[in-house]
């Protein structure tokens, strides 16, 4: 994914691409500082976190945005998250989420909301990534609650 990303930051240089580069210069800012940070180069699960991570900073931005009537802003940052998508992995539908919870719960038979650990300790290497982490917690704490 590394090399992806570096490939497709010289081909938006190339092709003067400002919104593609700007985003890109901006993951590849991230990936940098992370690497410092962990003292090794990334893999393609810890670029998919960094990514994520922007896609959800992206995301909070938006609602701001909103609050504010910036509409100039808001379609801005969707074409960002946009762009970070690409990198993503493909992104499972609900049924398909809500399958894999419904066989963590199977598996755990957790008795009460105190066993959420537990469930998204199962879930989180199946999911993440492939869908967004907090709307499976929302699911969790709700099939929890039942």
């Known amino acids: 994914m590394r090399e992806k990303?570096?490939?497709?930051?010289?081909?938006?240089?190339?092709?003067?691409d400002k919104e593609i580069l700007t985003v890109i210069r901006m993951v590849k800012g991230a990936m940098q500082m992370e690497e410092l940070k962990v003292k090794h180069p990334l893999t393609d699960d810890e670029m998919i976190t960094i990514i994520t991570r922007e896609i959800k900073t992206r995301k909070e931005s938006i609602s701001e945005f909103e609050k504010g009537n910036r509409t100039d802003l808001i379609e801005k940052t969707e074409q960002e998250i946009k762009i970070l998508e690409q990198y993503m992995p493909e992104q499972l539908s609900d049924d398909e989420v809500n399958k894999i919870i419904d066989e963590a719960f199977s598996t755990l038979k957790p008795a009460a909301p105190s066993d959420m650990g537990k469930i998204m300790g199962l879930l989180t290497p199946k999911l993440k990534?492939?869908?967004?982490?907090?709307?499976?917690?929302?699911k969790v704490r709700e099939k929890l609650g039942k």
């Open 5 to 16: 990303i570096l490939e497709d930051l010289k081909q938006a240089m190339k092709n003067q």
């Open 129 to 138: 990534g492939k869908t967004d982490m907090s709307l499976v917690s929302k």
